[in-house]
């Protein structure tokens, strides 16, 4: 976004009443207004503010992914752009920053409209960037940001990877321990039920404490539980441990979006987002590809072997990852500024409207499902996101069934078949940034303020795909083409569209409800992640068992018919998404 030598923070009118001791609200004003900062309109102000605006590539219009969400106590404090924001200074006025949480009911922080609480306030600076500030993480050398975002990339493909790689090799740990395909299934499932549990923990600590410290931790008790998976006794052992894998691999999923949000503004980070949105599909994939063959000639225990190895280089980079989080970073400078002048009234948002104990768990653990239950939009997009999540997973069970029963493939062969998914996903990111920009056009032909619908075109492109991909397979699988020639390439080529229409389905419906809840994001967030998860875990479970009662044909074709069941969603709320937005108390207006 182009700036200009002086430019505008979004304050609400009633602001300036509540900063003079005037708590009247009159019907007739408007909503928010701006103010603007310059030589002449500093007025009898401490703060010798000559310019103040928000980094050239973000757009305020668009949520602040940076902010946290989480831990801080929006009744009292709202919404600031201090994290986004650049001064000559390095402060803002704290009055004047503060603005309400986007949603469709008008809510005035509780620090200004109170007359009295808003009078302590003007004397309070919030720490900003400045300009060209070389401890601003977007002011890092581009090649530096493209560095932090392939390895978060990477990490995020590598837990991916580790929750399907067991797949490989099934056939000897059943055989080891004793156990039906079921038990032996739940190795995946408990993982990808981790990967529901964990954000919940792993996204408030980020905010308490900062990216970097979530980063390592989690991730270096991940490395270490993947031992005695590899040394199990019993199956008890492997599935408790990785449960717990699943758990603390998780961190990498919360807060790979959040740190390559830290390092790219909202205008500029469409091909990282992509990377992000296909990493958690793309992992898995690849999970059976070396698994198959490794379990096949040295073991299934090396498969996890492997894995450790995988996961013990992946963190050894994100190791290299610095703070990038801005709440973080601005609060550490706000101490030591306060420890150098002795000025108390320096500080952040999140120090002076710190969330308490009880709130970051209503937060984070009630309010998510208190927004599935009440908001249709949440609701449904989550539903969509866990059905494509869920068939991925249903694909690492209905592949061995058709290419390793029906075609007699060992498991490397049938782990090669998912090449297929991945040519799909790379087809994606392609097109993804091709999406961001048809977005960002509709945003400026609307003025600069695109509606949250506006993100929908990807997901009525991508959502016909994926019951063609799925048609496909079951038509092209024995009995319907028995084995023989080349007749394995349509069920192999199944994937391509599967792989293609997974990602361009995530990317967008994640975008949409980031723009359609920028006020609840983290609970937003949570809700997804946790419905997803969900379905990832509970589809191993009997996709075996459906596709040998029903048959090849009839298995993938229900759930086809399920995904075509699901195609009007994007194209109902495209048409009245702002309707339903508009009796939502949490949905922007």
């Known amino acids: 976004m182009p700036h200009s030598e002086t430019s505008t923070l979004a304050v609400p009118d009633e602001a300036h009443a509540a900063s003079h001791h005037n708590p009247e609200k009159h019907e007739g004003e408007p909503r928010p207004g701006h103010i603007t900062f310059t030589d002449s309109t500093r007025g009898d102000r401490d703060l010798a503010l000559t310019r103040t605006r928000t980094h050239e590539s973000h757009d305020d219009t668009r949520p602040d992914l940076s902010f946290p969400f989480g831990t801080t106590d929006l009744n009292r404090g709202g919404f600031t752009n201090e994290y986004r924001a650049i001064s000559e200074t390095g402060y803002l006025p704290a009055d004047l920053a503060l603005r309400p949480v986007p949603s469709h009911v008008y809510r005035l922080p509780q620090a200004l409209a109170d007359p009295e609480k808003a009078r302590e306030l003007k004397q309070m600076k919030l720490v900003t960037w400045k300009e060209g500030d070389p401890e601003d993480p977007r002011n890092w050398s581009t090649l530096y940001r493209w560095y932090i975002t392939a390895v978060c990339a990477i990490a995020v493909v590598q837990v991916a990877f580790a929750s399907a790689v067991i797949t490989g090799d099934f056939k000897d740990i059943e055989r080891e321990f004793h156990v039906g395909e079921v038990v032996t299934a739940l190795s995946v499932s408990l993982m990808v039920v981790g990967f529901g549990i964990g954000p919940l923990c792993w996204s408030p600590l980020s905010e308490l404490y900062g990216r970097r410290p979530i980063w390592i931790i989690p991730s270096v008790i991940y490395v270490i539980f993947n031992i005695p998976c590899a040394v199990a006794k019993n199956i008890q052992t492997l599935l408790i441990c990785r449960f717990f894998c699943g758990i603390f691999a998780s961190a990498p999923l ?6 390559i949000s830290d390092v790219w503004d909202n205008n500029e980070r469409g091909l990282a987002i992509a990377l992000f949105a296909a990493a958690p599909y793309g992992g898995p994939v690849l999970g059976p590809i070396v698994g198959g063959f490794v379990g096949e000639t040295i073991g299934w225990r090396w498969i996890l072997w492997v894995n450790m190895i995988f996961a013990g280089v992946v963190t050894a980079f994100t190791m290299t990852i610095p703070e990038t989080f801005a709440p973080t970073l601005l609060r550490k400078r706000a101490q030591r500024l306060r420890e150098e002048t002795g000025d108390p009234t320096i500080t952040t948002e999140q120090e002076l409207f710190k969330a308490s104990l009880s709130q970051i768990i209503t937060e984070t653990l009630l309010r998510p499902f208190q927004m599935l239950v009440t908001e249709p939009i949440l609701l449904l997009m989550s539903l969509y996101i866990a059905l494509i999540y869920g068939l991925l997973y249903a694909f690492f069970f209905s592949y061995p069934v058709v290419f390793g029963e029906n075609y007699a493939w060992n498991d490397g062969m049938v782990g090669v078949t998912f ?34 619908e506006d993100r929908l075109p990807g997901m009525m492109l991508g959502c016909w795909f994926v019951p063609i991909s799925l048609f496909i397979f079951g038509w092209t699988s024995p009995p319907a083409v028995m084995p023989g020639g080349g007749h394995w390439v349509g069920p192999v080529s199944s994937g391509i569209p599967f792989g293609f229409g997974m990602v361009i389905i995530y990317f967008s419906a994640n975008a949409y409800l ?55 969603i994007p194209f109902l709320f495209y048409r009245y998404g702002r309707a339903i937005r508009a009796r939502s108390k949490r949905a922007t207006a």
Not at 433 to 441: A, S, T, V
Not at 527 to 543: H, Q, W, Y
């Open 254 to 259: 919360t807060l790979a979006g959040g740190t």
């Open 514 to 568: 980031i723009d359609a809840f920028p006020g609840y994001v983290a609970s937003a967030l949570a809700a997804k992640t946790v419905i997803r998860s969900g379905s990832g875990a509970a589809m191993p479970l009997f996709i075996t068992a459906m596709y040998h009662n029903l048959g090849n044909g009839w298995a993938a074709s229900t759930w086809a018919f399920i995904s075509l069941a699901m195609i009007p």
């Open 419 to 452: 090449c297929s998914v991945l040519i799909g996903v790379g087809i994606a990111l392609f097109v993804t940034p091709r999406i961001e920009r048809d977005y960002l056009r509709r945003a400026a032909e609307k003025g600069g303020r695109a509606d949250p």
